[in-house]
């Protein structure tokens, strides 16, 4: 038992909604899935006018909301997310049933990376489709365990990480992916978006799919490409028997008063 995912690793076009509306159906019409993943804001771009796109963000929500329902199917997106006291930067979970939104929790704010017109989240999110929960999380959220540490506990077969992540940070995502994977043991879904970014920087794609185990499974490129990949709950299971360090959690410990 398991589920059938793409990872989406296609282009957004900054401030182009439409296109980007566009490519998701052309991606879901050229592969056969149960479940579609694209990157970290990828219904504007990355570095987009936010604030001016509102009501052709909402449109396109909308018309993703129906597709899930006509074709029976859950897609995954970045994008941004409005209310009265501002932005957020979130992760659509949209399946026939509804949308789960997770906003961001911790937004980047060093180097070449700049999230301050963003508000962030509040707390973690799960979402199920076809009998397989997902833990939800964005791209610098990965450098956090404690998110995913919940979501294990949580009863996360996976967790999903879709991402805006240009080449100075590749190094680190390379190492720390499989260790979230394995030090929970569940599956770590990475999306990551392409094209160029800021200077030299380009963002890097390699996204891919990490085994319970922190063996990746399949990694892209670094252009655009979609694969299909299958999650096995018995995978899960299997690990989980070999690997018992979630079963062997000290719950008598309190851990750092204060912030645990």
């Known amino acids: 038992m398991g589920i059938r995912l793409a ?6 076009s900054v401030n182009e909604v439409g296109t980007n509306l566009n490519k998701i159906m052309s991606v879901i019409s050229q592969n056969r899935s149960d479940m579609y993943v694209f ?8 570095g987009a006018d936010y604030a001016s796109l509102r009501d052709e963000v909402e449109y396109a929500v909308d018309k993703i909301k129906l597709w899930c329902i006509e074709m029976d199917v859950a897609i995954v997106l970045g994008s941004p997310s409005y209310g009265t006291d501002g932005t957020r930067n979130s992760l659509l979970f949209i399946t026939p049933d509804g949308v789960t939104r997770y906003d961001k929790l911790y937004l980047a704010r060093f180097g070449i990376y ?17 009998d397989m929960v997902f833990g939800l999380s964005i791209c610098y959220d990965a450098f956090f365990p404690e998110i995913y540490r919940n979501y294990a506990l949580s009863g996360a077969d996976a967790a999903l990480c879709i991402a805006a992540s240009a080449t100075p940070s590749r190094p680190y995502y390379d190492r720390i992916l499989p260790a979230r994977s394995l030090e929970n043991v569940m599956y ?3 999306v990551n978006n392409i094209g160029d970014f800021e200077g030299d920087a380009r963002l890097y794609g390699h996204s891919r799919l990490v085994g319970p185990l922190g063996n990746t499974i399949t990694e ?3 252009e655009e490409e979609t694969v299909c990949v299958y999650l096995d709950k018995d995978v899960i299971g299997n690990a989980r028997k070999e690997r018992r360090h979630l079963d062997d959690l000290r719950k008598d ?6 912030i645990f």
Do not use: H, M, N
């Open 7 to 12: 990872l989406c690793q296609s282009k957004a």
């Open 39 to 46: 990157p970290e804001l990828f219904l504007t771009g990355y």
């Open 114 to 130: 700049g999230e301050d017109g963003f508000i962030p989240g509040r707390k973690p999110e799960t979402a199920s489709f076809r």
């Open 188 to 190: 770590t879904v990475f």
């Open 220 to 222: 892209l490129g670094d």
């Open 253 to 258: 410990i309190r851990w750092t008063p204060g």
